[in-house]
């Protein structure tokens, strides 16, 4: 720890987790913190619901396989659902911009 105590540190509480795979409307969560669920919202869109309020926490989103492979220079995008403070939407896009559906992975820090 450096030096520092543990409590100088985020607690682990405080971190939200979910891997999703997403292959063409077949959206499950791999692995993440227990309670997180996850729906397909349309074409590179995904609604990953949260066990509590996330509305003042930092939400963190990136393409990525739930093994090892390597994903393309893809990108994803995060925003927060109207009226329901526990779903964040995240939008895979490829590299032209377009949404497509992919595997994320996302970090939620509150």
Do not use: K, M
């Not at 939200?16 to 795979?21: E, H, R």
């Not at 077949?26 to 227990?34: C, K, L, W």
């Not at 066990?51 to 220079?73: E, F, H, L, M, Y």
């Not at 964040?88 to 032209?96: A, G, L, S």
Request: glycine letters at 12%; proline letters at 6%; aromatic letters at 4%.
């Amino acid at each position: 720890l450096g030096g520092s105590p543990a409590s100088a540190f985020e607690p682990a509480g405080s971190i939200l987790t979910a891997v999703v795979s997403d292959l063409g409307g077949s959206v499950a969560v791999q692995r993440g913190t227990p309670g997180v669920t996850a729906v397909s919202a349309g074409a590179g869109t995904v609604n990953v619901t949260l066990p509590r309020d996330i509305s003042a926490c930092t939400w963190i989103a990136t393409q990525g396989n739930p093994g090892s492979n390597v994903v393309p220079g893809d990108y994803a995008a995060v925003r927060g659902v109207p009226q329901n403070n526990h779903v964040i939407e995240v939008v895979t896009f490829d590299h032209n911009g377009l949404q497509v559906d992919a595997n994320f992975h996302l970090a939620v820090i509150c």
